[in-house]
Each structure stands twice: as structure tokens, then as C-alpha cells.
């Protein structure tokens, strides 16, 4: 692929071997030493799961859930066979929007893509008509993810819920026609909510990252797949911690975006391995790091939230595994990633990397070809980590 800059070429980090000392007060549920935050596995290195530490035996610190066991390949499965959702029933529901806050909107047109954010265009990911179509997918995926729920936490009968970059608004549409009782309140940068909501719901345009000023209370603050948006998640946490009233829950739900295999069939120099490194390497001078996810637990913990439970489950990047759930899982995930990684990908690398958007276009034909091939038994972590307000 033609350079737009001179650069090195990116090759998948290994799993460094030395381990980091455990924060003081914390114990690993393995009783090993804590991973080093940001290692990456590669083809060929030995895996590792990165759980959050452990609470300590008071119940004031992190409750560890076992994540998923290692995924056994589809041996069965042809390696070339093409597969597709096989969910005809499944249909974008997002509706034509009108804009909240016209005059705080700013909109610019990238590549094709349009891209909003309060104020400014600070949102790295376009806010167009295809990407709110995935991003109700993506939901979909996540809601699987939950064995079809919408939240994890012990929240029993709320009053008030925030959703947190709330983007299309699904979640807080669904969760608000589960929850009658509760005012729903979703907050996003960008005004691409439907009209016709419930009505115990309401949007908000905002920059959550802006110190907040809500007026009251909640009693479950709910953030899911807000990776590549915050760029100070310590500072979220000491505010979604100030804004929960006594009891109340804060949940994050989130793709630990460090690409993982753990039998050494996805090569170092192959498209997806670069393409992870490079979107690690953008991100970062971006200002938004992409694998901050594993420290929540522990940034929770610092922020003053007690009885925190993490665990983690595996998004395969197809259909690669042996067993039936994590096979769905991977055919959601198949299709959100190939569907996505371009549109993840075109502001980083043109704006960060000094691509061009034909070298990005190029480079996302390669990645989406590896994505597809059965023969890399690559994963994700997922994660869903609640902490409660003492």
C-alpha cells in the first residue's frame, strides 16, 4: 500500500513477559502479580486474560466474575464458508431526527462522512445515516453480549437513570419502556435522537467530559461503548460518583480494544495485527487511548465506589469457535467490525497518521478479508464492571 508520510512499519506489540506489582491493596485472583495494563497478545506469545484485580476480603474493593474459559475453533466449519446473519428480522431502529440545539452543532463533511460534536467536531467517529445504522447494531450485539438484558447491576426500582453518550438513544428508549417508573435522561454530543420516545424519556446535547451540573441525582448511570470518546475517564468516574445518589449504581460496558489470540494463528504482519496497532498508535496522540478499559475497575475503586464486579467476555472476530453462544457473538461482531473498521478508522488515520482516504479505503479491503478468515482465532475482551455509591 502507497505511504501518504514517511513512517516505520507498525508490527503487533508481544506480551511483555515481566509483570507489574499489584497496587497496594489489591490482590490478583490468580494470586500473580497484576498485568501490565496495555500488553497486547500476539500470534505466538503466551495469552493471558487481563482480570481486574480483586477485592480485598472487606467487600470495599473489586469483586472479580471469572471471564470466559479459552475458545475452542470450529473444526467442522469449511474454512472458506461464507456466512451471513441469517437475521432477516433485524432492522436499524433509528428514525429521522431533529435537532435539539441547532445553533451549538457544528457539522463537517470528511471523506464523504459527515461528523458532529457539541461545540466542535471532537467526535472521532462520523455521525452519519450509516453509522447510526450501526450503532443501533452494535447495541444489539452488546444487549446478546448481556444474555438479552439491558443492565447487569443490582439496581432493583430507580427513580432517576442517565445514559451516558447515549448516541441513537436505543438503549435508553428500551430501558426506558422497562423502567416506567424512572426518568430516563440521555446525554450525547451529537442531537441524532428519534422524536417519538417514551414519555419518562428525554435527550440532551452535551459534552459529558465538561464538568457536570445536573440539578439532581441518579440512581444508575449507565455508559456503554464510550472507548475512543473520553479522553479523562478518572475524572468520569469522580463525577458520575458525585452525581449517584446513596446506593446507586454506575455501570460501564466495553470493548477492551486490544485484539487477542491465544494459539498463534493470527500472524504479526497480517492486516488486522496492523491495522490493531495503528489505531492504538493514533488514538493515542488523538488523546483518546483505546486500552484503558481493563484499569476501570481499579479507576473506580480510586474514585470512591464500593462493591465492584468486572467480568469479561470474549467478541470472537467471526464465527471461529466451537461453542454456540460465542459463535453468535462472533457473527455480531463479524458484521459490526466489518461494517465499522473503516469509519472507526478514516479520522485517525487521515487527521493523526497523515493517510489518505484511498490508502485508509485500501488498507479497511485488507482488514475486512482477514476478519472474515476463520483460520485467525482472534477475539476481543468485552467487559461489564458496576460499582455502588456507599
Not at 481499579?298 to 471461529?320: C, L, S
Amino acid at each position: 500500500m502507497p505511504e501518504a508520510t514517511e513512517r516505520s512499519e507498525p508490527t503487533v506489540a508481544s506480551a511483555d513477559k515481566g509483570k507489574a506489582p499489584a497496587a497496594e491493596g489489591i490482590t490478583n485472583t490468580a494470586n500473580e502479580p497484576a498485568p501490565e495494563p496495555h500488553a497486547k497478545v500476539a500470534a505466538g506469545h503466551e495469552s493471558r486474560e487481563d482480570a481486574p484485580p480483586a477485592a480485598a476480603a472487606d467487600g470495599g474493593g473489586v469483586v472479580t466474575v471469572a471471564s470466559d474459559d479459552v475458545l475452542q475453533p470450529d473444526t467442522e466449519v469449511e474454512e472458506d464458508d461464507v456466512f451471513d446473519d441469517g437475521d432477516s428480522a433485524f432492522a436499524s431502529l433509528h428514525s429521522s431526527t431533529t435537532s435539539l440545539r441547532d445553533e451549538l452543532i457544528l457539522q463537517v463533511r470528511e471523506h464523504g462522512r459527515s461528523y458532529q460534536g457539541y461545540l466542535e467536531a471532537k467526535y472521532v467517529l462520523p455521525m452519519d445515516e450509516q453509522e447510526l445504522e450501526r450503532l443501533d447494531f452494535q447495541c444489539h450485539l452488546v444487549w446478546l453480549t448481556l444474555d438479552k438484558k439491558h443492565s447487569t447491576a443490582p439496581i432493583g426500582k430507580i427513580t432517576r437513570a442517565l445514559d451516558v453518550g447515549c448516541g441513537t438513544g436505543l438503549w435508553a428508549i428500551e430501558f426506558a419502556d422497562e423502567h416506567p417508573e424512572a426518568e430516563v435522561l440521555g446525554v450525547d454530543l451529537a442531537p441524532v435522537q428519534p422524536q417519538c420516545v417514551p414519555p419518562n424519556l428525554l435527550f440532551e446535547v452535551d459534552d459529558l467530559e465538561q464538568p457536570w451540573n445536573f440539578t439532581q441525582r441518579f440512581d444508575y448511570i449507565h455508559c456503554q461503548l464510550m472507548v475512543g470518546a473520553f479522553q479523562d475517564w478518572p475524572k468520569f468516574f469522580r463525577q458520575s460518583l458525585e452525581y449517584l445518589a446513596p446506593g446507586g449504581y454506575t455501570e460501564v460496558k466495553e470493548i477492551d480494544f486490544v485484539i487477542r489470540c491465544d494459539d498463534g494463528t493470527m500472524a504479526p504482519d497480517s492486516a488486522i495485527a496492523r491495522w490493531h496497532d495503528l489505531m492504538h498508535e493514533a488514538a493515542r496522540k488523538a488523546g483518546f487511548p483505546l486500552d484503558t478499559i481493563s484499569q476501570v475497575p481499579e479507576m473506580m475503586r480510586d474514585a470512591g465506589y464500593t462493591d465492584i464486579v468486572a467480568r469479561q467476555v470474549k467478541w470472537p472476530i467471526n464465527t471461529w469457535p466451537r461453542d454456540p453462544k460465542h459463535k453468535e457473538l462472533g457473527q455480531w461482531a463479524h458484521e459490526n467490525f466489518s461494517w465499522g473498521c473503516e469509519s472507526m478508522s478514516l479520522a485517525l488515520f487521515t487527521r493523526v497518521l497523515g493517510w489518505s482516504s484511498d490508502e485508509v479505503r485500501v488498507f479497511m479491503a485488507l482488514v475486512r478479508k482477514d476478519l472474515k478468515d476463520r483460520r485467525i482465532h482472534a477475539y476481543w475482551n468485552f467487559w461489564i464492571v458496576y460499582g455502588r455509591k456507599g
